[in-house]
C-alpha cells in the first residue's frame, strides 16, 4: 500500500475521497490506497490549489511488484477449509505463515528459520487446496523420503498415494510409497496425489513435469535455485512459473546475497523480475560486466519482500511458542551399492535365528549366538558406511541454513567422513572424539561457546556426549544411533540444559533395512523398560514427526517435553557394545530379513 501523511485540509480530504480504494488509518493517521491508484493520486493531488504536494516515486521494479503484488486474490477464506485436526495442532505462528501465504495468493517465499516447521506449514497450505490436487514437490534428494512421511502422517494419505521419483533402482520403501525411476523406458507417469522428486532429476523430466497439470507446487530448501547458470535452476523454472500456486520454503533466503534471491523471486512473479540487470543494479551494487555480488538498498529490499512475497520467522521471535525440546526422525534415501552388503548380511543372521530355533544342543545354541552377536556388530559397522552419502547429502542442506549445530556420530569412518566434508565445505568446525587429548577438549569446547564463526561440533557419542557444555548451538543431530537410550539423551543434553536460550531441535538421521531397524526399536523398548524401574511409569524417546507442533495421529510418547524421558541416574555405566548388551536377546526377535513383510520401520510409538 502507499501511504500519505499531512495536516489536516478539507481540500486534501476531498482530494483523497476521489482516489480509487483510497481509506483513512486513524489508528496511524495516515491515507493508504493502492499501488494501482498512484497515477491517480498524484493527478488528484497537483489539481489541488495552494498544496505543496512532494511525490516521491517508486523504482520501476518496486512499483511493477507492488502492483502485482495487490492484484492477486486474496484467499484467505480457503484456511477454513484446512482439517481441523491439522489446524488445531499448529502452532500460532504457523497458523500466521498459512494465511500470508493464502493472503497472497499462495505464491510465495516462507523463509522462516531452521526447526519452524516449514515442510508443515506447506502441507497445511496445500490442504487448503484439495481441488488443486495433484501436488508436486521438488525437494534436496536427502529430504525425498522425509518429505511422503510427513505427507503421509499430516494428510493421512494412503501410501500408494505418495509418488517418489528416484533417480536409480533399489534402496528401501517399506512405507510403501508408490516408487518410480527416472530412467525408466518408457517415458514415467506422475499420477500420485503427491508426487516427489529432487532438484537433480528435474532436466531429466521437465518435458513430462511441463505437460503434467501440476496447480500446486512445493519447492523445498529453494535456495537450490540461486544459481542461474546450474541446469537445475533452468529446469525447474518454467515448472514454477506454470503453476498457479507456488511455495517456496528456504530457512536461508541470502538477503546479505540479493543476486541470489533473483531466480526465486523470478519464479514467483516472472513479469516482475524479468531483467537482471534492472535488478543487480537496484540491489546488487552493480558493477561492470554484470557483477552481481555486493548489496545495495538492502533495507528496501527486504521491506519489499516482506510486503509482497516472504514471511521469515527466527526461533527467538516465537520462542514462547516452541517446545523447549523436540525431536524430529528424518528417513534417508541410500544407493542400492551401498545396501548390497547390509541385504547380505541380514539374510545370513535370519538363517542363524533360524538355526538357533531348531537347535537342540546348548552348546551349540551358545555358539550359534556369538556368531549372532557378531552379524549384528557388523552391521552395524557397515551401515554406518552405507550411510556416509546420504548423510553428507542432508547435512550439506544444514550448512547452507547458517544456524550452529551438534552432529554426532559413533563409527570412525562416519566421524572422520563428517569431519572432512565440513573442512571440504569451509565450514569452520571442532571435533571430539576419543582420540581427542583431555586437556583439549575444554578449549574447544570454549571456542565453539564463544566464537560465532565456528558453526558445527563433530562428536563421538562416547566422547562428546557426557561432561560438555554446548549451548551455543540449539540444533542437534544424530548421524547415527547408540545402543543405550542414556548416551543418547547425554548427548542430547549437550545443548539442552541451563544456559540454553532456545528452543531445542533434534534430528535423528535414520535409514530403513540398516542396523537402525534393530537399535532404534531396541532403544524405544529399553526407555520404557528403564523408565517403569525408575518412576513406576512409562518413559518413550518422543518423537515428534512434524518438526514443530504435533502430528495429526500424535498420542501419547510423541512429542517432547520440557525434561529429558529418563534421567542420567543409573546409565552411565552402559556399554554401546551389542556384544555385550544383556537385553540383546530381547530384542534380536524384531530383526527380520529385509524381505520380510513385517520389518517395522523406525516409525514412533503410538
Given at each position: ?27 496511524e493517521?495516515?491515507?493508504i ?40 486474490p486474496?484467499l484467505?477464506?480457503l484456511?477454513?477449509?484446512m ?23 499462495g505464491?510465495v ?6 526447526g ?64 518410480v ?15 516427489i ?14 505437460n ?42 541470502a538477503?546479505?546475497?540479493?543476486i ?81 552388503q ?19 544342543s ?5 555358539s ?7 552379524l ?12 556416509i552419502?546420504?548423510?553428507?547429502d ?15 556420530a ?89 544456559g ?5 531441535n ?8 540398516t ?55 543409573g ?16 530384542f ?19
Amino acid at each position: 500500500m502507499v501511504a500519505a501523511k499531512f495536516p489536516y485540509s478539507p481540500m486534501l480530504v476531498d482530494a483523497f475521497h476521489k482516489i480509487p480504494k483510497a481509506t483513512w488509518n486513524g489508528r496511524e493517521r495516515v491515507w493508504i490506497f493502492p499501488p494501482s491508484s498512484l497515477e491517480k493520486a498524484e493527478e488528484v493531488l497537483s489539481a489541488v490549489p495552494g498544496a505543496a504536494v512532494e511525490v516521491h516515486k517508486l523504482d520501476p521494479l518496486v512499483r511493477r511488484a507492488l502492483v502485482a503484488a495487490s492484484a492477486v486474490p486474496d484467499l484467505q477464506d480457503l484456511y477454513d477449509r484446512m482439517p481441523s485436526y491439522i489446524e488445531s495442532r499448529l502452532l500460532p505462528f504457523q497458523r500466521e505463515g498459512v494465511r500470508f501465504v493464502l493472503q497472497h495468493g499462495g505464491r510465495v517465499l516462507v523463509a522462516d528459520e531452521m526447526g519452524l516447521g516449514k515442510t508443515l506449514q506447506a502441507i497445511a497450505v496445500a490442504a487448503c487446496f484439495p481441488d488443486a490436487w495433484p501436488v508436486l514437490v521438488i525437494t534436496p534428494s536427502s529430504l525425498r523420503l522425509h518429505w511422503a512421511s510427513m505427507v503421509q502422517e499430516w494428510l493421512n494419505l494412503p501410501s500408494t498415494d505418495i509418488l517418489v521419483v528416484l533417480s536409480q533402482s533399489g534402496g528401501s520403501n517399506k512405507a510403501g510409497f508408490k516408487v518410480v525411476y527416472s530412467n525408466s523406458k518408457p517415458k514415467i507417469h506422475l499420477d500420485g496425489v503427491f508426487n516427489i522428486i529432487s532438484y537433480d532429476v528435474i532436466p531429466k523430466i521437465q518435458d513430462i513435469l511441463l505437460n503434467s497439470e501440476f496447480k500446486i507446487v512445493v519447492a523445498d530448501e529453494s535456495h537450490f535455485l540461486k544459481n542461474p547458470q546450474a541446469k537445475r535452476t533452468n529446469a525447474s523454472l518454467p515448472v514454477l512459473q506454470k503453476a498457479r500456486y507456488v511455495i517456496l520454503l528456504s530457512g536461508t533466503p541470502a538477503l546479505s546475497r540479493p543476486i541470489e534471491l533473483f531466480k526465486q523471486l523470478e519464479a514467483l512473479y516472472p513479469d516482475v523480475y524479468k531483467n537482471v540487470h534492472e535488478y543487480g543494479n537496484r540491489y546488487c551494487r552493480g558493477g561492470v560486466f554484470g557483477c552481481y555480488q555486493g548489496a545495495s538498498n538492502h533495507e528496501e529490499l527486504h521491506n519489499l519482500m516482506r510486503a509482497t512475497v516472504m514471511i521469515r520467522r527466527l526461533k527467538k521471535d516465537v520462542i514462547s511458542q516452541l517446545p523447549v525440546k523436540r525431536r524430529q526422525q528424518v528417513f534417508l534415501d541410500l544407493n542400492e551399492k551401498d545396501m548390497k552388503q547390509i541385504r547380505a548380511l541380514f539374510r545370513e543372521l535370519e538363517a542363524v535365528k533360524s538355526s538357533i530355533q531348531s537347535c537342540d544342543s546348548k552348546e551349540k545354541i551358545s555358539s550359534l549366538k556369538i556368531v549372532e552377536k557378531n552379524l549384528i556388530n557388523k552391521i552395524y559397522t557397515d551401515s554406518a558406511e552405507a550411510k556416509i552419502p546420504a548423510v553428507l547429502d542432508y547435512l550439506a542442506t544444514v550448512i547452507e541454513a547458517g544456524c550452529k549445530f551438534l552432529i554426532f556420530a559413533h563409527h570412525q569412518p562416519m566421524i572422520d567422513a563428517i569431519h572432512q566434508f565440513l573442512l571440504k565445505k569451509k565450514v569452520d568446525c571442532i571435533r571430539i572424539d576419543g582420540s581427542t587429548p583431555t586437556t583439549s577438549r575444554q578449549t574447544l569446547v570454549t571456542d565453539f561457546q564463544e566464537k560465532d564463526a565456528i558453526k558445527a561440533a563433530v562428536l563421538s557419542i562416547k566422547a562428546g556426549g557426557v561432561g560438555l557444555t554446548l549451548t551455543a548451538a540449539s540444533t542437534v543431530i544424530f548421524a547415527e544411533l547408540s545402543w543405550t537410550p542414556g548416551d543418547i539423551i547425554q548427548a542430547e543434553d549437550r545443548v539442552h540444559r541451563i544456559g540454553q536460550e532456545s528452543a531445542v531441535n533434534i534430528y535423528y538421521l535414520l535409514a530403513n533395512d540398516t542396523i537402525d531397524d534393530i537399535i532404534w526399536d531396541a532403544v524405544l523398548s529399553k526407555l520404557e523398560n528403564l523408565g517403569q524401574v525408575l518412576d513406576g511409569q512409562e518413559k518413550t524417546l518422543e518423537v515428534d514427526v512434524s518438526g514443530a507442533g504435533k502430528s495429526p495421529i500424535a498420542k501419547k510418547g510423541m512429542v517432547e517435553t520440557s525434561r529429558s524421558p529418563v534421567g542420567k541416574k543409573g546409565m552411565a555405566g552402559t556399554s554401546t557394545s551389542p556384544g555385550k548388551q544383556t537385553t540383546l536377546d530381547s530384542f534380536l526377535k524384531r530383526c527380520h530379513s529385509p524381505t520380510d513383510s513385517q520389518l517395522r520401520a523406525k516409525t514412533p510409538r503410538f
